[in-house]
């Protein structure tokens, strides 16, 4: 938003549209405190998943990460954010995409949206494995993973795409001033790749707490639901525990999105 309105129409947006503050707090709570802690809304695959939520509970190092990334969300206003984006929120025909269920529109970090709907992606990845049959070819299952990442790719690299022709474009706003790069394109680029290399940070940060809400906090996927064996389930489940787990404590640690891909493929 600072790259395309003047600060004084900012916080007018802000005061105007921020005021969502019950849902917001909904939000809050059941993605970035809730989880952490012993809940009445949460639920998990018991008994398997007994020692994973405990081991939750007291790791320091992933409460603090948690923390931090509730911390920019509270406080970050960078664009109006859908706030409760999934695959489901996503309608799709073969020349139209609208998105529905705006009711926790809020003004949020940028990396919140482009998270969830990541997150969402790859919960359903790690579902394929629980959903084979006998009878069914694995080839189908495995094609459709190798889909779901390369969809995960092209959302990022996508996203990253036309933001950056919107920098060029429409850039009328007050933040990171056209002025200072007008004869610089080298001081420029190195400006960009700080701003990606920060919101594909938050954008893995926000993905992981969407992941790991889901599988041991409230409001479960069907992709995972649907697996009926649940120790096979909970097998799938401690996979994405493991990769959200990674995603939001060691979020700086991925250059790219091909990185998180790769890194979610060898985890068995």
């Known amino acids: 938003r600072d790259l395309h309105y003047p600060l004084r129409r900012q916080r007018q947006m802000c005061i105007r549209d921020s005021a969502n503050n019950v849902l917001a707090q909904i939000t809050e709570q059941v993605i970035f405190t809730e989880p952490y802690i012993i809940a009445k809304n949460n639920r998990h695959t018991t008994p398997y998943l007994d020692s994973d939520v405990e081991e939750i509970r007291k790791d320091r190092k992933l409460k603090l990460a948690i923390s931090q990334l509730k911390h920019k969300f509270q406080n970050s206003t960078e664009a109006l954010l859908h706030a409760d984006l999934h695959t489901g929120s996503v309608m799709v025909t073969a020349d139209r995409t609208a998105v529905?269920?705006?009711?926790?529109?809020?003004?949020?970090?940028?990396?919140?949206?482009?998270?969830?709907?990541?997150?969402?992606?790859?919960?359903?990845?790690?579902?394929?494995?629980?959903?084979?049959?006998?009878?069914?070819?694995?080839?189908?299952?495995?094609?459709?993973?190798?889909?779901?990442?390369?969809?995960?790719?092209?959302?990022?690299?996508?996203?990253?795409?036309?933001?950056?022709?919107?920098?060029?474009?429409?850039?009328?706003?007050?933040?990171?001033?056209?002025?200072?790069?007008?004869?610089?394109?080298?001081?420029?680029?190195?400006?960009?790749?700080?701003?990606?290399?920060?919101?594909?940070?938050?954008?893995?940060?926000?993905?992981?707490?969407?992941?790991?809400?889901?599988?041991?906090?409230?409001?479960?996927?069907?992709?995972?639901?649907?697996?009926?064996?649940?120790?096979?389930r909970a097998q799938c489940e401690r996979r994405v525990l493991k990769v959200a787990k990674k995603l939001i404590v060691d979020r700086d640690s991925f250059d790219s999105i091909e990185a998180v891909t790769k890194f979610a493929q060898s985890v068995h």
């Open 100 to 232: 529905i269920d705006p009711e926790f529109s809020y003004f949020g970090p940028i990396g919140f949206d482009i998270g969830a709907l990541i997150g969402n992606l790859f919960l359903s990845y790690f579902s394929q494995d629980g959903l084979k049959t006998q009878d069914e070819k694995d080839k189908q299952r495995d094609k459709y993973k190798l889909w779901l990442l390369d969809q995960i790719v092209q959302i990022w690299n996508g996203f990253v795409k036309n933001w950056s022709a919107l920098w060029v474009k429409d850039h009328k706003g007050d933040g990171y001033p056209p002025s200072f790069w007008k004869d610089d394109p080298i001081g420029f680029k190195e400006v960009q790749d700080y701003f990606y290399k920060n919101l594909l940070s938050d954008t893995l940060g926000f993905a992981g707490a969407k992941m790991l809400r889901r599988i041991v906090g409230v409001a479960h996927v069907a992709d995972l639901e649907s697996i009926k064996d649940t120790s096979v």
